[in-house]
């Protein structure tokens, strides 16, 4: 994944966009204008569209309002966890970014781009940096 800066001809605010290729770059960029900015196909907006690539995405780029996420932990009790960390939700491993307005936590997980809300309770383990377990949320089963 990489980092791509788009924009129409003949405006300089540039709009960063994280995919694959400069036309998936282009075209997340036309998702976005479709949004009440601009309703045109994409086979007219496409032509006033540049594209650069900046460098190599990294999750850091993703990374929410830290005050926003410390207020979340804190409400949540889990002042231990940090954007960056190490985490697995239902058995899927991620990476904490942020948190969100139903105070939960934005993870993305291994090989996507994609926030995602997780409950910081639910199925949920957190890593220290050195892949030890600090803390288990996950429902024991019991053994009958």
Known sequence: MFIFNV??????SKHMEIAETSGKAKYQYYQYLQD???????REIVKHLKCKKVGLADVQYLFG?????????????????YQ?????????????VGG?????????FDGQWNKS?????WETRYFNEEGKVLEDYREKVKVV
């Open 84 to 96: 960056g960390m190490k985490i697995e939700v239902a058995g899927k491993l991620g990476t904490i």
């Open 7 to 12: 924009w129409m001809n003949g405006d300089d």
């Open 36 to 42: 009440g900015i601009w309703e045109a196909p994409f």
């Open 65 to 81: 309002d830290k005050e926003q996420f410390d207020r979340i932990c804190e409400n949540r009790g889990i002042s231990f966890a």
């Open 117 to 121: 809300s997780c409950h910081p309770w």
């Open 100 to 108: 969100n307005r139903s105070n939960n936590l934005d993870v993305v």
